[in-house]
């Protein structure tokens, strides 16, 4: 007898599930295939889309200056001010705010430009030019210090005539026909140059339009993310959009304004004790600052490595200065900014770190901590759900020194000591 085929939905969610696996299949294997055009690709978009993303990036760092100063500021001023139409008064604020902030923006890069980074490069400028006499003045003091060990003295000498041998050959090799290179490559730094301004002006006018209406933009991207997703899947990712936010708000703004504070008070420091290139130390302890775990080691090393070829005996009141400059903000600059903790312990830190260095360089080092807070918590939060849906303990208290649940009463039984089975 013939069977009759009955028709049923979810013979199609079948069908369309197969259909986009097996498309999602062949997307990976051609972009595995063709990586580098699409590595090309994206890259073209990004140096298309590069204004824009810059405008982005300053609307994320100022939107917190802008909210201030309205709340703060301008609003309570413009409010008194136009109190029979507050709409008029609160839009007024609002257009202060975003001019006050982009014009503190400018004012700190121009004020980089033209007031540290001249000295900076005339810092490297002396360094470079001078190195082989600070290499032997190093030489000569060495010698000294360590005259009743000629054989210390004689292996430390060598060490440094070594340096000094390979800095001149690096200096003569690398250093001055780079220059050269540069000289006759003048056209190809005005087009760089010429590109950063452009992408910096439009930036700045792509700002002031999101600034100036971001309850409006904030507005149509809830609106598209209803419309694409059910109310509670919508709901969960805009909290999850919202601690991403507050992760990555918190820690560059704290890490910035703590490194600026550590940057200054080691110029001050450095100025009083009168060591060699203060701002171009202080400069590198600030920056370098930013990274979290190693970033105090990244900046100290080279740091102190300047001042011992300039002045040997100052580098060791340097080293000091350092260790307690950052026993002073990890301990009470750094909790008082950024609070206690990120949230996840020193070797997760650690790793996320290593890691993001490893894939992105200075960035991966910079953002791999936040990067890693969000993802770590998205994971926990996971296993949270699936514990309770479970009915099983979520603390981690819980399973310590665990031997087992049982599967009938779902209560954690412990591990017994040593000691205890003794006395059974």
């Known amino acids: 007898m013939r069977r009759i085929f009955h028709w049923d939905k979810k013979y199609l969610y079948w069908g369309i599930t197969a259909f986009c696996v097996i498309a999602c299949a062949i997307l990976f294997f051609m972009a595995l295939n063709y990586l580098d055009t699409l590595k090309q690709g994206i890259a073209a978009l990004i140096r298309i889309l590069g204004p824009f993303i810059w405008g982005l990036v300053i609307v994320y760092l100022l939107s917190p200056l802008v909210r201030f100063l309205q709340k703060k500021i301008f609003g309570p001023i413009c409010a008194k001010l136009s109190v029979k139409r507050p ?64 054989e210390i003295s004689d292996y430390v000498a060598h060490i440094l005539g070594d340096v000094n041998t390979n800095i001149i050959t690096w200096l003569q090799n690398t250093i001055l026909p780079k220059l050269g290179s540069l000289l006759t490559n003048v056209g190809m730094g005005v087009r760089y140059v010429v590109t950063g301004v452009y992408n910096l ?35 969960k990712f805009l909290d999850g959009l919202r601690f991403t936010d507050k992760t990555f708000n918190g820690f560059l703004m704290g890490k910035l304004l703590d490194s600026a504070i550590i940057g200054l008070i080691c110029y ?120 309770r849906r479970n009915d099983l303990p979520v603390e981690e208290s819980a399973y310590a020194n665990l031997d087992y649940i049982d599967p009938v009463t779902l209560q954690p039984v412990r591990q017994k000591d040593d000691e205890d089975e003794d006395e059974e």
């Open 87 to 150: 709409e008029k008064g609160q839009s007024c604020a609002r257009v202060l705010s975003v001019i006050f902030a982009e014009i503190f923006m400018l004012a700190l890069i121009t004020g980089l430009f033209f007031l540290i980074i001249p000295q900076l490069y005339s810092s490297i400028e002396t360094i470079v030019v001078n190195s082989p006499t600070y290499i032997d003045s190093l030489t000569t003091w060495a010698t000294k210090k360590l005259a009743a060990y000629p």
């Open 201 to 235: 002006v439009i930036g700045i006018i792509v700002s002031i339009y999101i600034l100036s209406n971001i309850e409006g933009f904030t507005a149509s991207a809830k609106r598209l993310i209803y419309s694409i997703m059910n109310v509670d899947t919508a709901k």
């Open 268 to 387: 001050i420091v450095c100025v009083i004790l009168k060591m060699p290139y203060a701002l171009l130390v202080s400069v590198m302890v600030g920056v370098t600052n930013i990274i979290p775990f190693f970033g105090p080691l990244i900046g100290a090393i080279p740091s102190a490595i300047i001042i011992l070829m300039v002045d040997p005996s100052k580098c060791l009141i340097f080293v000091i200065f350092v260790i307690l400059l950052q026993q002073l903000d990890g301990n009470i600059i750094g909790p008082k900014i950024l609070g206690s903790s990120v949230g996840i312990n020193g070797f997760w830190v650690m790793f996320s770190i290593i890691l993001g260095a490893g894939l992105f360089g200075f960035w991966g080092m910079l953002l791999g901590v936040p990067v890693f807070v969000v993802i770590y918590t998205i994971i926990n939060k996971s296993i949270e759900r699936k514990l």
